[in-house]
C-alpha cells in the first residue's frame, strides 16, 4: 500500500521554472530518432499522468509500468497479465507506480496471494531514510545504495533503492488469508531483477 509522502519545502523556492528546447541546426540530412521502442506488454497501460513538481523537483523519467518487460515480471513470480498504473501525483513530488499481482490456486479458485508495487519518485533516499527512522536496515542493492523495511500490520516488505530520479520504490505485500508466505520471502530476488532495469544515469 502506498503512503502519501509529506515533504516539508524550503521557502526559498522558485517562483517559476522554465525549460527550454534549444533547436540546433540541422545538416542537409535528416536525424535519426534513437528512442527505444516500447515492450509490448500483455496487459497494456495509459500513459503516466502530467507531473507538476513546484518547487524545483526533477521530473521523473523512469516509468515502470511501461518499461518493464513481460519477460522481467514472470521471472520474478507475478502475473504480467496484472500489470495496473498506480501513479500518485502531488504539488511537489510525483511517483510514477506500476501493480503486479501473484495468482495461486486456492481451495479451488485462483487468488491473489500477494502483491507488487514499484514506484519511480523524486523523493530521495534520505527522505526516505528520516520518514522510516529507527525502522530500515541499510543494504546494497545491485551496487546502490538501498534500505529494507517491513511494516508488520500491514504485512508488507519494502526495499528503497537509490536511482536517477531519486529512488524505486518496492513493495511487497501478502494476502494471510490465502498464503502463509511471509512479506520479506524473496524481497532481495525481486529487487535485484528490478534494479537491474534502472537506468544508470
Not at 509522502?5 to 535528416?30: I, K, R, W
Not at 495509459?46 to 518487460?69: E, H, K, M
Not at 504480467?80 to 479451488?108: A, H, M, N, Q, W
Not at 528503497?160 to 502463509?180: M, Q, R, W, Y
Amino acid at each position: 500500500m502506498r503512503q502519501v509522502f509529506y515533504v516539508v519545502l524550503s521557502t526559498a523556492v522558485m517562483g517559476s521554472l522554465l525549460s527550454a528546447c534549444a533547436n540546433s541546426p540541422t545538416s542537409g540530412t535528416e536525424e535519426q530518432s534513437s528512442t527505444t521502442p516500447a515492450p509490448t506488454l500483455a496487459a497494456p497501460v495509459s500513459s503516466p499522468p502530467v507531473q507538476i513538481n513546484n518547487g524545483g523537483r526533477r521530473t521523473v523519467q523512469y516509468d515502470p509500468c511501461t518499461s518493464l518487460t513481460d519477460s522481467v515480471i514472470v521471472e520474478i513470480d507475478f502475473d504480467p497479465r496484472t500489470r495496473r498504473r498506480g501513479d500518485s501525483i502531488f504539488d511537489t513530488y510525483s511517483f510514477l507506480g506500476c501493480t503486479f499481482d501473484r495468482k495461486e490456486e486456492v481451495r479451488g479458485a485462483m487468488r491473489a496471494t500477494s502483491t507488487l508495487d514499484i514506484d519511480s519518485s523524486n523523493i530521495t533516499l534520505d527522505e526516505f531514510r528520516d520518514r522510516e527512522s529507527g525502522k530500515y536496515t541499510e543494504i546494497s542493492v545491485g551496487g546502490r545504495n538501498a534500505i529494507r523495511y517491513e511494516n508488520t500490520a500491514a504485512r508488507s516488505c519494502h526495499v528503497i533503492i537509490e536511482s536517477p530520479d531519486g529512488t524505486l520504490s518496492i513493495a511487497k505485500s501478502v494476502n494471510a488469508a490465502f498464503t502463509t508466505e511471509r512479506a520479506c520471502d524473496g524481497i532481495d530476488t525481486i529487487s535485484a531483477k528490478l534494479e537491474a532495469s534502472l537506468p544508470t544515469s
